[in-house]
């Protein structure tokens, strides 16, 4: 009975925000049917929920713990390629809209990466200081598990990544603010810098 009653009122303290979802193509046009995946990337990328859009594009909304996140745009088997965006939960009320793309056709099948090359990036706050303790996360485009790195700067703000796609996406997270870039082979020495 006690741990029962605890349990309410630990969630009766534990606040939600409402956060609504919305897949669009590259038009802006709305698609019905695609699979919206949630995971929460403060705890080892747990999925939170999954569910499709309506006729609107849309999923209404789910009350989300304050916390990062991310989301999965994905319709297998269609001609629409996977879109991953990551995002902030706060006390706000939140759209988060996805926009994907046609997906070209390949006929390549997994690629396994093997001594990929390393590319040193640094980090620096709005004010141009170094932004040591930033925390990177590395990926593809379509945020493939076992390609996905975690890396934290230094005391000068670098970081040396490990270049398992090109380009590599790289999610910034630093305090309350979330910068998402992409880098490349070509990409010698990035200078990231947080707004």
């Known amino acids: 009975m006690i741990y029962m009653l605890l349990t309410l009122v630990l969630a009766l303290f534990q606040s939600t925000t409402s956060v609504s979802f919305k897949v669009e193509d ?11 995946i949630v995971q929460d990337l403060d705890h080892h990328e747990q999925e939170v929920f999954r569910s499709l859009t309506d006729q609107d594009g849309v999923i209404a909304s789910a009350g989300l713990q304050p916390g990062l996140y991310r989301a999965i745009a994905i319709a297998p088997y269609t001609a629409w390629q996977t879109e991953v965006k990551e995002f902030w939960v706060r006390d706000r009320p939140l759209r988060v809209t996805l926009r994907i793309k046609p997906a070209p056709t390949h006929g390549y099948g997994d690629v396994l990466v093997l001594n990929a090359a390393r590319v040193s990036i640094r980090v620096l706050e709005s004010s141009g200081r170094p932004a040591a303790s930033t925390s990177i996360l590395a990926r593809d485009a379509l945020a493939t598990p076992y390609l996905e790195r975690w890396y934290t700067t230094d005391n000068e703000g670098k970081a040396n990544i490990e270049l398992v796609a090109d380009p590599l996406v790289l999610v910034v997270v630093r305090d309350d603010t979330l910068t998402t870039t992409e880098i490349s082979k070509k990409n010698e020495s990035p200078i990231i810098k947080l707004h």
């Not at 590259?26 to 919206?36: F, N, Q, R, T, V």
């Open 26 to 36: 590259a038009s802006g046009a709305s698609l019905k049917d695609e699979l919206i």
